[in-house]
């Protein structure tokens, strides 16, 4: 294994089989494991057979922990950081160490494999090709409805890691801020026996959840579909003045033809915007 080098090792969000052999090499071979809980990763590496030699990196040592850690790769020693489940560093401590360990010239190496978000957005069947994830909202309702409010006009798929205890109040921020139409999937206990997903509007999901209160229990991973911009939304303001003088002096079916020759796109969507505007 190569020496002197941080290696960041992706481990199970709920199926121990979803350790990749190379994992289970890496953590066997590491002069020192650093996790975020030593008890939890020593369950976790006994299941593999591997004996490490285990040490605490969380999010309120991990500072203290550098000049330690920047110490053994000096010493040319091998390290694994792993977290509780999932990949370090998403939503996760490990920033501060690899960030340190970067700017002291030594190499940082992904491991990689589970990660709840990823795994949520790929069952989705929402587009993938741009996403924004945005970690754990804030506990606050006003905190929380600010930062929904700063991307409530993106078209990204946006994903949401969420607590059970608190996924009926983020729900109701998000109706509030971006309406209660907006498609989503509530991703529940992913990988594990009571695998579950939620799928429809926000009201409709919210409703399933305040119906079924097993529902709100384990952990979840929220995939919510972007902002959609109506074609009117995208128009110039002085394309909308054309769009408003056609829509006056014709029949809508008329002033869709015209749009749809000049401006582009279908003539059944002008048609459709025609007659929301009349
Ligand atoms: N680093 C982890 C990862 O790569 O996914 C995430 C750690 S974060 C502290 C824990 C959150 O991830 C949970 O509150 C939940 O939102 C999500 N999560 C983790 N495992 C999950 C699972 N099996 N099913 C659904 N969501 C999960």
């Known amino acids: 294994m190569t020496a002197a080098t941080l290696f960041i090792v992706a481990t199970p969000i709920g199926q121990y089989d979803d350790l990749s052999p190379r994992a289970v090499r890496v953590l066997s071979e590491a002069d020192h494991v650093?996790?975020?809980?030593?008890?939890?990763?020593?369950?976790?590496?006994?299941?593999?057979?591997?004996k490490a030699s285990l040490v605490a990196v969380h999010e309120h040592n991990e500072q203290q922990?550098?000049?330690?850690?920047?110490a053994w790769l000096q010493q040319g020693k091998s390290l694994a950081l792993v977290s509780d489940a999932g990949t370090p560093?998403?939503?996760?401590?490990?920033?501060?160490?690899?960030?340190?360990?970067?700017?002291?010239?030594?190499?940082?190496?992904?491991?990689?494999?589970?990660?709840?978000?990823?795994?949520?957005?790929?069952?989705?069947?929402?587009?993938?090709?741009?996403?924004?994830?945005?970690?754990?909202?804030?506990?606050?309702?006003?905190?929380?409805?600010?930062?929904?409010q700063a991307v409530s006009k993106?078209?990204?798929?946006?994903?949401?890691?969420?607590?059970?205890h608190r996924i009926l109040d983020t729900l109701a921020s998000m109706i509030e801020v971006m309406g209660a139409d907006r498609q989503m999937i509530l991703a529940r206990e992913l990988t594990k026996t009571y695998e579950q997903i939620l799928q429809g509007s926000l009201a409709e999901v919210s409703q399933q959840l305040q119906q079924n209160a097993e529902w709100k229990r384990g952990e979840m991973v929220?995939?919510?579909?972007?902002?959609?911009q109506?074609?009117?939304?995208?128009?110039?303001?002085?394309?909308?003045?054309?769009?408003?003088?056609?829509?006056?002096?014709?029949?809508?079916?008329?002033?869709?033809?015209?749009?749809?020759?000049?401006?582009?796109?279908?003539?059944?969507?002008w048609y459709q915007m025609l007659e929301e505007m009349r």
């Open 34 to 50: 650093l996790a975020e809980d030593t008890r939890r990763t020593g369950q976790l590496l006994a299941q593999v057979g591997v």
């Open 65 to 70: 922990r550098v000049q330690q850690v920047l």
């Open 89 to 148: 560093l998403i939503s996760d401590p490990g920033f501060v160490l690899v960030r340190a360990v970067r700017a002291a010239g030594f190499s940082v190496s992904a491991i990689p494999g589970p990660c709840a978000l990823i795994a949520a957005l790929s069952i989705s069947g929402l587009p993938t090709d741009r996403f924004l994830f945005e970690g754990f909202l804030p506990v606050k309702s006003a905190a929380r409805v600010q930062r929904l």
């Open 154 to 164: 993106e078209s990204a798929t946006l994903v949401y890691y969420e607590s059970r």
């Open 222 to 228: 929220l995939v919510l579909e972007g902002h959609r």
């Open 230 to 269: 109506t074609e009117e939304q995208s128009l110039s303001a002085e394309q909308q003045l054309w769009v408003k003088a056609l829509a006056q002096a014709l029949p809508p079916s008329q002033a869709a033809q015209i749009m749809a020759q000049v401006m582009g796109g279908k003539k059944r969507s």
